[in-house]
């Protein structure tokens, strides 16, 4: 159904389930609809969800207009609409995965989940699981189609000197201070004996799971030190693709539902497995993360070798990159002279404004090809290590320059570039779609045609 049918259908059983309700004399709102965006029906109630849910983050509710909120849904729906008409396919077993996470997140922050319930005013959890469900259905769906618009869109060099010799150059951007670093980690080793502990108490679990019919999830929640699955008994839903260490899914898909596996060791520890359900190139699983024990003498040792390589590198007999390649434990930067990549952007610059607090407390004082001091840290599963970290070029503050910046000008460029594509598809779709805004919300000035009125 389309239109004007589905208006009246919902509004209709709206209001039937809500007389059937009231009370003699008992006077409640109705729950009405805001609009249709084709198959999807956007309640007054939703646009009160979406504001709770920001106000929940921590979003300032001056910040936030019931307009905009609108605006931003009738966006969703039109991309989730389309997703669905071009068969795009989001599984359930993701989108359950992504419930399970929104509500431990959120039965964290509050407390227990009757507080969870309260706050967003539902009766019961599953209720909540399958408002939350659609929500997230729906989000995927559109992050999926904004992909696929864009998904093919390049840019050439030409087009990107276009853009930069576009932009006046009184109006070009300013690039902060950047650095290229690169560190040593020496991580302290464990004990042969702490190996086998671990070892041990998980074949002794995986006894009692397989043979005496214990509980895997109960003794994920009592033992396990993954603090990411510990609450939910262990529980992840994987693919190939998804980014887990590759001897765990190794082990992961090479089991039979119901099946548990032997002890097997990944970076972050020893783990024991159980696959609950296969479904197709999918898979719910649990496991359980023990982590070694590092002794005192360890870690004295590993901080004796990192002062060690420190004077080593600090006297010149050795450089730092030559030092990383020999004695850093980092796998991932090892073989690069320890030079990190920053995680958002993929380059070796970090913008010194927007670096991580702790790293910037680290290497803001730093000169060029300066070594810090020791630093102590600890890994996720709170594993201590030591680090070293050096400048390895310095970029002070500037305004943008096509030769030296000639990358961060390019992802400009094909921001803008992408930013066009998904706003002409907006256009278009807004005028081949079924557009009905109701009420209120027909007085908003949003940015997209929504009212479909002639230019």
């Known amino acids: 159904m389309y239109g004007q049918e589905i208006i009246e259908e919902v509004e209709k059983e709206i209001i039937e389930e809500s007389i059937d309700s009231i009370k003699p004399?008992?006077?409640?709102?109705?729950?009405?609809?805001?609009?249709?965006?084709?198959?999807?029906?956007?309640?007054?109630?939703?646009?009160?969800?979406?504001?709770?849910?920001?106000?929940?983050?921590?979003?300032?509710?001056?910040?936030?207009?019931?307009?905009?909120?609108?605006?931003?849904?009738?966006?969703?729906?039109?991309?989730?609409?389309?997703?669905?008409?071009?068969?795009?396919?989001?599984?359930?077993?993701?989108?359950?995965?992504m419930?399970?996470?929104?509500?431990?997140?959120?039965?964290r922050e509050l407390g227990t989940l009757e507080k969870v319930l309260k706050f967003y005013k539902k009766d019961d959890e599953e209720e909540f699981r399958k408002e939350l469900f659609e929500i997230n259905r729906s989000n995927r769906l559109s992050e999926q189609m904004r992909s696929k618009i864009i998904e093919e869109i390049e840019i050439t060099p030409e087009e990107v000197r276009e853009f930069f010799d576009e932009i006046p150059e009184e109006e070009r951007p300013e690039f902060g201070t950047e650095l290229e670093l690169a560190q040593i980690v020496i991580e302290p080793e464990v004990p042969e004996e702490e190996e086998q502990k671990v070892v041990d108490r998980l074949t002794q679990f995986r006894t009692e799971i397989v043979e005496n019919g214990s509980s895997f999830a109960t003794k994920a929640v009592l033992y396990s030190q993954d603090p990411g699955s510990k609450s939910t008994g262990g529980k992840y839903t994987l693919n190939r693709q998804t980014p887990f260490a590759k001897e765990f899914k190794d082990v992961a898909f090479s089991l039979q539902e119901g099946e548990v596996s032997e002890p097997f060791k990944t970076e972050f520890g020893w783990h024991i497995v159980k696959v609950d359900k296969i479904r197709g190139e999918e898979i719910d699983a649990r496991h359980i993360l023990l982590v070694p024990e590092v002794t005192s003498l360890s870690i004295n040792e590993a901080k004796k070798l990192v002062d060690s390589v420190r004077t080593t590198i600090i006297s010149g007999e050795m450089p730092f990159k030559e030092a990383a390649r020999k004695f850093s434990d980092e796998k991932e930067t090892r073989e690069d002279g320890g030079q990190l990549l920053n995680p958002t952007t993929g380059d070796t610059r970090f913008e010194l404004t927007k670096i991580d607090p702790i790293l910037y407390d680290q290497v803001s004082k730093l000169k060029t090809n300066e070594v810090s001091l020791?630093?102590?840290?600890?890994?996720?599963?709170?594993?201590?290590?030591?680090?070293?970290?050096?400048?390895l070029n310095r970029f002070d503050e500037h305004i943008a320059d096509y030769a030296k910046d000639y990358l961060k000008i390019q992802e400009l460029a094909l921001r803008k570039k992408?930013?066009?594509?998904?706003?002409?598809?907006?256009?278009?779709?807004?005028?081949?779609?079924?557009?009905?805004?109701?009420?209120?919300?027909?007085?908003?000035?949003?940015?997209?045609?929504?009212?479909?009125?002639?230019?």
């Open 374 to 391: 020791v630093i102590p840290d600890q890994d996720r599963q709170g594993r201590k290590k030591f680090k070293l970290i050096t400048v």
């Open 418 to 455: 992408q930013i066009e594509a998904i706003r002409k598809w907006q256009e278009e779709k807004i005028n081949d779609t079924y557009v009905k805004i109701s009420g209120a919300y027909r007085d908003c000035d949003y940015s997209g045609n929504w009212l479909k009125k002639e230019n």
């Open 25 to 97: 004399f008992q006077k409640i709102k109705v729950d009405g609809v805001a609009a249709v965006i084709g198959e999807y029906v956007i309640l007054d109630s939703d646009i009160t969800t979406a504001y709770n849910q920001l106000i929940a983050e921590g979003v300032s509710a001056a910040e936030v207009s019931n307009c905009e909120l609108a605006g931003s849904l009738f966006e969703n729906k039109l991309y989730a609409h389309h997703a669905v008409q071009d068969s795009v396919l989001v599984s359930e077993a993701e989108v359950n995965s």
């Open 99 to 107: 419930v399970d996470q929104q509500l431990t997140y959120m039965t």
